[in-house]
């Protein structure tokens, strides 16, 4: 489960585009945030995606890519041009090719690649659809599969793209979106794939264009309930809206860390999801926000703030831009099991120690975290107008200064008594998860 949201320049407060994403995956799936230069490529090469093989182009453009660390593709990313791109597993009545094909995250990873703009990675994805299809696997210990809605943005617009199989309809924003794990246009849309409304027809879930509904048509009702997309798209469009015309890249961050109510507390219940969203006990509640990212997407340098960990709400956004070796701040490529060395796994063991008795522990130190990011943000905004040298060392050091900071709090962290242990049953599914990383149970 994930969601994406996007903030045109005509309702933020600079008049900048915002961009930002959670991405949701099993708790050990660990994400990695890499950069991959522009790339000249050998006419008539090709490039293996994570399940298929097909033609390369000649040049590729400068991607950061933020990945589940076992697929070519991402979940979420942006290129040298501007074009910053989410996708969503969405569930639909189509059925999946299990055999391999693209994933959206393969299809994400290639529209970022092999576009300027966001309309031209419009295309890029429905022109690679209409040839591969889409399929393949796209869990990591446990099969999943899905299709794929996008939420595409550069600094001058923006567009929802939602997929059934080969089927698509596509929708440009207008002030600020939201996607989460369903299907949303219905019977108006700016531009679709030929056989949208015939391929309803053809199977009985409508009688013609007059009673055509996208979202209606083409859901598998139970599991797009299951995954309470509906509630997480309209809570996280409800605190855009509530900003509009002022929207800051701290807003977009709020949006990420979204529990619905506070205090919160993961261990509640089996069932539901937030948007900051938090394994639980059960296979309904089997994932967690691994990643998350906000971007400014400025006409000439655009600053990306990440967290390169799980769970917005125990991390800190800290500012990268392209250009940059991110060798040095994530450190080397994670997996699924504990390695001290990685950005992703020290932050787990802060993570994982607050999840012992989350409504105390986290907020001992959420006002540090806001401090610092408090420092970050409009630094690094500012940082993009200077050499890329000096934006190089000022992201080192806002990273050096969250790492600092994450480690004091995680001995504070453990030091401190357990007022509200969780149930018997979320413990054991996080000593489950623990184990199988090879990692000790706080």
């Known amino acids: 489960m994930c969601d ?10 600079d008049g900048i585009t915002l961009f930002g994403k959670n991405s949701d995956r099993e708790p050990n799936e660990a994400q990695h945030l890499l950069r991959i230069p522009r790339t000249q490529h050998p006419e008539g090469s090709t490039v293996t995606c994570t399940y298929i093989t097909i033609p390369q182009v000649r040049t590729t453009y400068e991607v950061l890519l933020s990945k589940p660390f076992w697929i070519w593709g991402a979940e979420m990313g942006a290129n040298e041009h501007g074009v910053a791109i989410g996708n969503e597993a969405v569930f639909t009545r189509v059925p999946y090719e299990k055999k391999g094909g693209l994933l959206g995250m393969d299809l994400l990873r290639l529209a970022l690649e092999r576009a300027r703009t966001a309309r031209e990675a419009l295309e890029v994805i429905t022109t690679l659809l209409a040839e591969y299809g889409q399929g393949g696997n ?6 999943f599969y899905y299709h794929n809605s996008f939420l595409i943005a550069d600094p001058h617009e923006a567009w929802v793209l939602e997929t059934a199989g080969r089927q698509w309809a596509a929708e440009r924003v207008q002030d600020v979106r939201a996607i989460s794990n369903g299907l949303t246009i219905g019977n108006t849309w700016d531009l679709a794939s030929d056989d949208l409304v015939s391929y309803a027809v053809d199977r009985g879930w409508c009688k013609g264009r007059d009673d055509f509904h996208f979202a209606n048509c083409y859901s598998d009702t139970l599991y797009t309930r299951l995954s309470a997309c509906h509630h997480r798209r309209q809570s996280t469009e409800q605190m855009l809206r509530a900003r509009i015309g002022s929207l800051t890249v701290q807003d977009l961050m709020a949006a990420l860390r979204n529990h619905g109510t506070e205090p919160y507390d993961p261990a509640a219940g089996l069932t ?16 967690q926000t ?10 000439d340098v655009q600053t990306h703030f990440v967290t390169g960990t799980a769970a917005p709400c125990t991390s800190v956004f800290k500012p990268v831009w392209l250009g940059m070796d991110l060798s040095a701040l994530f450190g080397p490529v994670p997996d699924g099991s504990y390695d001290e060395a990685t950005l992703f796994w020290r932050h787990e063991a802060l993570h994982r120690a607050t999840l012992r008795d989350y409504t105390s522990l986290a907020p001992l130190y959420r006002a540090q975290r806001d401090a610092l990011e408090q420092q970050f943000i409009p ?21 050096a200064e969250a790492a600092a900071a994450e480690q004091e709090w995680l001995e504070m962290v453990r030091s401190a008594p357990v007022s509200n242990s969780p149930g018997l049953l979320y413990r ?12 000790e149970t706080p």
Do not use: D, I
């Open 379 to 399: 630094a690094a905004l500012a940082y993009r107008h200077t050499a890329p040298g000096e934006r190089a060392a000022f992201a080192s050091r806002c990273f």
């Open 138 to 143: 796209a869990g990591f210990r446990h099969k």
């Open 428 to 439: 054991r599914a996080w000593r489950a998860r623990n184990r199988a990383a090879g990692m």
């Open 4 to 13: 994406t949201v996007v903030a045109l320049g005509n309702t933020t407060a």
């Open 290 to 299: 691994v990643g998350s990212m906000v971007s400014s997407l400025a006409p």
């Open 272 to 287: 539901g999801a937030e948007v900051c969203m938090h394994a639980g006990a059960g296979p309904v509640r089997g994932n």
